[in-house]
């Protein structure tokens, strides 16, 4: 069966310094991977997405990167956090198969930038 | 207007009632359909997932899509406490590239 992990779980990050959130998919080969941002109250906001090492889609332009080094490993960058870069982000994947978009989470990580 | 709407709650219902969980949405194009339950602090787990209108069911949750409306349902039979949790509904387009649309969520407290 297929696992997504994420971590850390909680991290607690100043203004201006660097952020790296790592995401592995086990169990299935070229997921479709992205990231998430859930604010209070605002919902979930798609940030990138992927459809296979080093393709990168951006959804919203913002203070944040992400890369995929390996098949099932994407990750999430910033070179200096913002205060509004708080929130709770979380790594999603799905079956390669555009008739199918249905995605299943990892359990996220609680980001406060203070 | 926002493509996917949905009442944030809170919603409180006693243990064993049955449960109603709504979003509307403007997009004609949305063709599929899924709901979430997302516990606190932890990430949003597939409850249902269903293509086009009609009815789906699994154990005690049905989901429901009226495509005429563009209103879509979950229904949870015999609600636990364990049932307590934010309830998301996702939705997206055929070929309209890979993000879902989420409404924000209600949050849901079954009272023993």
């Known amino acids: 069966s297929q696992t997504i992990h994420q971590w850390p779980a909680t991290l607690v990050q100043p203004v201006g310094s660097p952020l790296s959130l790592e995401c592995t998919v086990e169990g299935t080969s070229n997921p479709n991977l992205y990231w998430y941002r859930q604010a209070a109250g605002r919902g979930l906001q798609l940030l990138f997405y992927s459809v296979g090492i080093g393709q990168i889609s951006s959804e919203v332009p913002q203070n944040l990167s992400a890369s995929r080094p390996q098949d099932r490993q994407f990750i999430l960058s910033s070179k200096k956090l913002l205060l509004s870069d708080s929130g709770f982000y979380l790594c999603?994947?799905?079956?390669?198969?555009?008739?199918?978009?249905?995605?299943?989470f990892g359990q996220g990580t609680r980001l406060t930038v203070v | 207007q926002k493509e996917v709407e949905q009442d944030p709650g809170p919603l409180s219902v006693p243990e064993g009632a049955i449960v109603s969980l709504n979003c509307t949405y403007s997009?004609?194009?949305?063709?599929?359909f899924m709901w979430y339950r997302q516990y606190s602090r932890k990430g949003p787990e597939l409850l249902m997932y269903t293509y086009s209108s009609g009815n789906k069911e699994d154990g005690r949750f049905t989901a429901q899509v009226d495509k005429s409306s563009k209103y879509i349902s979950l229904f949870i039979r015999d609600s636990q406490p364990s049932d307590s949790a934010t309830y998301l509904c996702a939705m997206s387009a055929l070929n309209s590239g890979y993000a879902l649309n989420f409404g924000k969520g209600t949050s849901l407290l079954v009272t023993p």
């Open positions: 997009n004609s194009a949305f063709q599929y």
């Open positions: 999603a994947w799905s079956v390669p198969d555009r008739g199918r978009t249905e995605a299943f």
